[in-house]
């Protein structure tokens, strides 16, 4: 890290907001609330240069939250944002850090929203306002909004509101706002105009950059995933499990609250991991690196201070679950890896609104970070059908099998199967508990994919998105792919109701179902109709016009070693649906479609 500075407490803030910074998990303060929050609570004005992700916001809100009298209902800040995202986040960033000021009240204010909400709201007495510069002007010359009582102004991605061609609406609040109060400037870049701004309206201002630091990172290999639409700790899981020199792993999240939660996911997803944060005692912390030496724990989550020195050989990757706060923080964390002469992999998520630091890294790196393309489930059934088959190949060379392959012989002859049939029952019940195949919406190819396409295009849910043949019609699709297939499309909304031969008793549950279907016939999970669990068979409602190919995946299917023998089910079942799928919206049945994979 950039700054001498490991403690809030040594910043001057008071002990209420010192309480809400240990509660909400804030170990230590960033470089740029290292240096600005003193300077702030001292009454300068002052141009900071930073960036989202610096954690700019807590070094201008934490000061100008000491401020602020809880008993004066009047604004007695004001933050200006480009944005009505920046403004409402800018403003629960206060809130949360307000969680032991009884009474004290922020407003965000934007265009968009309606007036007689804001007036309501403004009436009521806000002590922050965090708005949008064209709507806090409309409130000003209305006269909704009164800054009589103004202590602090804050200008919030300046070169944002420049570029938004809000500089006018800025300099016309600055123009009417009174004479006697502090102004922060924050921006990423400092153009011109900004520069001439912050000439004109403030005073004497101290200015703070975070320096960029250069260095190299040359033996360590770099890619980013833009976080969206899987959930992070999903992404993370996935990505683990296929990296191909995974051996063990220091992850870096931001709060000392969040090593714990995932620490804790991670467990639950069978992973040996734990948290390495500043509640640690010395005695613990060297405990956690030792495990992690020795192997008792493969994954440890830390926050960037807890983490410094950690020199463990076999950690071959640094995942910044969060973006770290500037350059020199992600050199520091990424040097986890990549020593004693080993291979490293650094693998960083960057949010949308991340992009900028991301590329302010690969400037003071000089290194391109690579874009990572997340693993579909496909590639995870893959490398765990890969690694089993290793395993397998293993025991093969092994010794002893002979008692074994006694007994394989006899259940062969005793159930009438072959040896190739006993092996998959032994296969099934050696996943124990990690299925070969993760089970889910999007289809996973059979184990020894016959073609190359790995990366199914609806392998990943934000990936997917319709692709439909002849409009919305829905259509089956068969695997692997035949170009020379013809499509058949069917009327949308009709449904036909099959029997299959496994139930309850079989320990069947829908979601096994609708897996399975899903697989074999090439049929979207969402297409999937009502299903019906009983005890000795099952119903399951599919789209009409199931072709040839499709139904004979079906028949020949297994569900837990059972064959289902898949058939139009003539015969009403007695009972009502005990496993019944609810659908919403999407899902209903209006919209039925078959995925064209
Ligand atoms: P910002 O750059 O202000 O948008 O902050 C980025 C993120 O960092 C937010 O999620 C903050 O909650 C978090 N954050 C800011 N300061 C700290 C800190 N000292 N320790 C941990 N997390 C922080």
Redesign the pocket.
């Known amino acids: 890290m950039t700054t001498a500075v490991d403690s809030f407490a040594d910043l001057g803030l008071s002990n209420t907001l010192l309480k809400t910074l240990a509660e909400i998990g804030?170990?230590?303060?960033?470089p740029i609330?290292a240096q600005c929050i003193p300077v702030l609570l001292d009454g300068h004005d002052l141009i900071g240069m930073a960036q989202?992700?610096?954690?700019?916001?807590?070094a201008f809100a934490l000061p100008l939250m000491e401020q602020i009298d809880v008993k004066v209902a009047k604004p007695q800040a004001l933050i200006l944002t480009p944005t009505r995202e920046l403004a409402i986040q800018v403003a629960e960033?206060l809130q949360s850090y307000a969680k032991n000021l009884p009474g004290f009240h922020v407003l965000p204010i934007y265009g968009g929203q309606s007036y007689t909400i804001q007036l309501k709201q403004l009436a009521r007495g806000a002590h922050v306002i965090v708005g949008t510069p064209g709507r806090v002007m409309d409130h000003l010359e209305r006269k909704t909004l009164n800054l009589d009582s103004l202590k602090t102004l804050v200008l919030d991605e300046a070169d944002e509101m420049l570029r938004m061609g809000f500089i006018d609406d800025v300099e016309w609040i600055l123009e009417h706002t009174p004479e006697q109060h502090q102004t922060a400037l924050f921006s990423a870049t400092m153009p011109e105009q900004i520069r001439r701004v912050a000439q004109k309206y403030l005073v004497d201002p101290r200015e703070i950059k975070i320096k960029a630091a250069t260095a190299t990172v040359a033996a360590i290999r770099q890619v980013y995933w833009q976080v969206s639409g899987l959930h992070k700790l999903d992404a993370l899981t996935r990505i683990l499990e296929v990296e191909d020199e995974f051996d063990a792993a220091i992850i870096f999240v931001?709060?000392k609250t969040a090593t714990v939660e995932l620490a804790d996911k991670l467990n639950a997803r069978g992973y040996a991991a734990a948290a390495l944060n500043g509640d640690l005692n010395q005695q613990m912390r060297e405990r956690v690196i030792e495990q992690l030496k020795s192997g008792a724990l493969d994954i440890v989550i830390a926050t960037d201070v807890a983490a410094r020195g950690i020199d463990v050989p076999r950690i071959s990757h640094v995942v910044n679950y969060d973006i770290p706060y500037d350059t020199e923080a992600y050199v520091h964390r990424i040097g986890r890896t990549g020593r004693a002469g080993r291979n490293g992999h650094a693998i960083l998520f960057v949010a949308p609104r991340e992009i900028r630091m991301l590329r302010t890294i690969e400037r003071a790196t000089r290194q391109p970070i690579a874009p990572l393309t997340l693993p579909s489930r496909a590639d995870v059934t893959n490398k765990r059908v890969a690694d089993f088959k290793e395993k397998v190949a293993e025991v093969l060379g092994g010794e002893g099998l002979d008692f074994f392959a006694n007994i394989v012989s006899q259940i062969a002859e005793e159930q009438n199967v072959g040896a190739e049939e006993v092996a998959a029952a032994l296969a099934l019940m050696a996943q124990e508990g990690k299925p070969l195949q993760i089970a889910g919406e999007d289809p996973v190819p059979r184990p020894a994919p016959r073609d190359d396409r790995h990366a199914s295009p609806f392998s990943d849910r934000e990936q997917r998105k319709p692709r439909f043949e002849g409009g919305d019609r829905p259509r089956f699709d068969d695997r692997p792919r035949r170009e020379d297939r013809p499509s058949r499309p069917v009327p949308a909304g009709d449904m036909v109701r099959y029997r299959i031969d496994v139930g309850r008793e079989h320990g069947v549950e829908v979601r096994d179902i609708v897996g399975a279907i899903a697989n074999e016939a090439g049929i979207e999970s969402r297409f999937i109709g009502r299903i019906g669990l009983y005890e000795e068979s099952s119903t399951v409602e599919l789209p009409a016009g199931m072709p040839g190919e499709a139904a004979n995946a079906l028949k020949r299917t297994r569900i837990r070693g059972v064959p289902i023998n898949l058939r139009p089910d003539e015969g009403r079942p007695g009972g009502s649906f005990g496993g019944e799928r609810k659908f919403d919206g999407e899902r209903s049945f209006k919209k039925k479609k078959f995925a064209d994979r």
């Not at 804030?26 to 960033?30: L, Q, R, V």
């Not at 989202?52 to 807590?58: E, V």
């Open positions: 804030y170990e230590t303060p960033s609330q989202t992700g610096t954690g700019k916001t807590a960033a931001r709060t």
